[in-house]
Every structure is written in structure tokens, then in C-alpha cells.
């Protein structure tokens, strides 16, 4: 009966109510629900509507970001993949807007917003090209580190050009030997004076080559976590060398290189917080991550969804429209019933973090696998 009403009513596809309840084995009082939805359309609409549930301060900055998304990012997406284009300029219009630092402090420019801000804002940017919102998820979450862990001295260096994004950033952490087990990083600082002397290789690094700012979790103690800190490795320093840039399927507006340190001298001023914290923010800053990538998966997925629906409603096969197929009903309703669910856990994962409560980790975690999952399958149309 679930699967009955999931299947026919969130479809938001014109149909005859008679169609349905011939068809339909369902009791007397089911069929009049049906009939009482029918009619209420609004109401049918609003369960995939991204705006659902939000604010009217929420719902304004969420248009204001599917706005930007329509006018300066959707229509480059596919220029800017096939040609390899990392948009620094679109970048740069879109920290005009505050989303270059959505949850970073105001007093240099940082939107002062929540985590469930930056989720609804990334996922509307998503809607125009994932990748490109993606790349502007990492940049937010590196001014983060700075706003949140730097010095004074640090904020006021590099935080008003990293929220122009007149400086770009990149995160780096995994390396050939840590994906998953990040504590097992090998890539080391020895202080020397008043420098760091690093050596190692960062793989896959978001903005490799491109960027700025390089945010380098690497070994300053021993090999337990509290060994980590976090360094900001500056473009053009001895020693800093970069991997070719990597030949991707997709997400090509966003450049990925190997970044390479051999005996890069890094001032001591370049340290983020304390020695041995590095492995703490890393953390920190993917619970936000993993909330962040979850968004601009769902953003993409929505843009399939709308554009799927559009699809069969002009599409004709066999004399009918695509829209008029059970089974094309079915699976639009399918996509629909991914996107709700993904977008509950999502935005209740971002409650979590920013109202810290014990489960937070878990809640970003489960958030971050279901729905990227599901949001791939609906993009697949499978």
C-alpha cells in the first residue's frame, strides 16, 4: 500500500484519477486520500521542492544561489569540462555573493552562516555543475580552518584575499599510502630554525597547481595522530612541485594534481593552531566535508530529476507520451523518493554539527554514504 501511494502520487505528472483507481486493488478509504491529493496539487509539488521546510530567510538565499547557478555556472558547465577550465573568474563573482565563506566570521567578510546554510547554498550551486560547487566546498572549508584555528596575525594575512578568493585554496591530506586511514600519513615537517623542512607527496588534490594556499596535514611528532598538524604550504616556495594534472571522466572544471614537497622550507608563522592538533582539525573540517559533498550530490541529482520529468512529458513512443508508461512513473518516483530521503539526512546531519551534539560524526558519515549513493543512481536513470 506504501509502495502504492510513493509510486503514483509523487510522481507530479498530469494524470485521470479514474486511471489510477481502476488500476488500483486499494481500499475505499486509500483511494479517497488519493483523490484528496489529486486535487490539492501544491501540495503533491512541494515534497521534491529543495525550498520545503525552509525559512523565508533560507528560501532567499537558496534562490540567490540557484540564481547565480542558472546565469554564470549551468550554462559554461559543459564548455568548462570539455576544455578543462578551472573558472576562477565565476570563482571570484561568487565570493561577491559571501559564498566563498559561508561559515566563517564577518569581521573579513565571512557570511557568519550555519552548517544547514551552507548545505542548502551548495546544493543550488550543485544544480549548475557539481564540480564547480564542489571545488567552491573545499575552498570554504580551508577559510574555515584559517577563521577558526588561526592566529590573529594568520586571520588578518590571508583571510580577506581567501574570501575574494584572490587566493585559492586546496586541502590536502590523502597520500599514496592514506586514503581512508588518514592517521597513517608519512609526508613530514622537521623544524629547522624558524622553518619547517617538508618532504612528501599529497595525491589527488583538488586545485593542484592552481590554487594559492596548500593546507598540508603532515608529521611534526610521532606516529600516532597527535604526530599531525596542519601547515599552509604558500605557492612559489622552494621545493614545492606538482604532479601532471590528472585525466579525469568528469569534474574537469576543477584541475587534480599529485602536490610534491622536497626540502620545502615553510616559515614556522605557517602553522594553523598548535603542533599536533592537525589530525583533530582534519577531522573537524570533513565533518563539514562529508555534509558539503553530500549537498552537491543532491544538487545534482535534482537537476536530473527536473530535467527527466520535463523529458516525459514531450517525449512520445508507441503514440503516447513517456509520462503515460507505468513504468517510466515508477521510476521517476523512484528518483523522487531518493532525493527526499537523501535531503532529510543531509540537512538533520547538518543540525547535528552545528548544534554539536554526540552523534554528530555519524550523522555527517551516514549522510555522506547514503547520499551519494542514491543520488548516483538517480543521475544514472538506473
Known sequence: MAAFLVKHIVTQLPRKTSCILNRSACSSKVKSLICGLLQRRSVITSCVDPAAGLTEEERTFQDVATEFAN???????????AEETFPVDVFRHAAELGFSAIYCKPDYGGMGMN???????FEALATGDVSTSAYLSIHNMCAWLIDTFGSVEQRERWLPDVIAMRKLTSYCLTEPGSGSDAASLITTAKRDGDFYVMNGTKMFISGGGATDLYFVMCRTGDKSPKGISCIVVEKGTNGLHFGKKENKVGWNSQPTRAVIMEDCHVPVDNLIGKEGEGFNYAMQGLNGGRINIASTSLGAAQASFELAKEHLKVRKQFGKRLADFQYQQFKLAEMATALVASRLMIRNAARALQEDRPD????????????????SKVTALR
Do not use: G
Open 115 to 121: 552548517r544547514l546554510a551552507a548545505s542548502i547554498i
Open 71 to 81: 546565469r554564470e555556472i549551468k550554462p559554461n558547465m559543459l564548455k568548462w569540462d
Open 360 to 375: 554528530k560524526v555519524a550523522m555527517c558519515s551516514m549522510a555522506k554514504l547514503f547520499a551519494t549513493e542514491q543520488c
